[in-house]
């Protein structure tokens, strides 16, 4: 399993019976709406810097333009996202850099689900009332936490 990250290793003490955790293996800046248009800046540059050509010196620039543009928004979506998920005695908890941002205890996981949108996939924990935790792609041994949890929903009779 792949270490999880300072701060969400350290919340892991606020938690009983700890049975695994779970970290999310991509970075704030593995986002592509910031990647590609960094990509975009390189490759603009250095055919700027290689021929001169002011087509791709405004390209560069561009492209510069769009990634500074891109970086707040990165860092915005980024709060949000899921750094570590919990799975313990009480049930399961999604951490941001050590943060809570929700748990779903045993007793109010209704349902493990798949959606799929345009490709993506995405698992979610659907807790009682609204409350869900969506497990992305990128979290380390995912299949074992799903199994975790619908081991619990089975022993519960869901």
Do not use: C
Request: aromatic share 8%; glycine share 8%.
């Amino acid at each position: 399993m792949p270490p999880l990250r300072r701060k969400d290793a350290e919340a892991l003490v606020r938690y009983r019976g700890v049975r695994s955790a779970h970290t999310y293996q991509a970075s704030w800046y593995n986002n592509a709406t910031f990647v590609f248009p960094l990509l975009a800046v390189i490759v603009a540059g250095i055919v700027w810097l290689a021929t001169g050509s002011t087509e791709a010196g405004g390209a560069a620039i561009f492209f510069l333009v769009v990634t500074g543009a891109m970086l707040p928004v990165v860092f915005i979506t980024w709060q949000r996202q899921t750094t570590a998920i919990v799975v313990h005695e009480a049930g399961v908890t999604a951490l941001h850099s050590g943060l809570e941002q929700e748990t779903i205890e045993w007793d109010e996981l209704r349902s493990v689900r798949r959606v799929e949108t345009m490709g993506n996939v995405r698992w979610y924990l659907d807790g009682a009332g609204e409350d869900h935790i969506v497990i992305e792609g990128e979290i380390a041994e995912r299949e074992e936490l799903l199994e975790a949890a619908r081991a619990e929903i089975e022993r519960r009779g869901g």
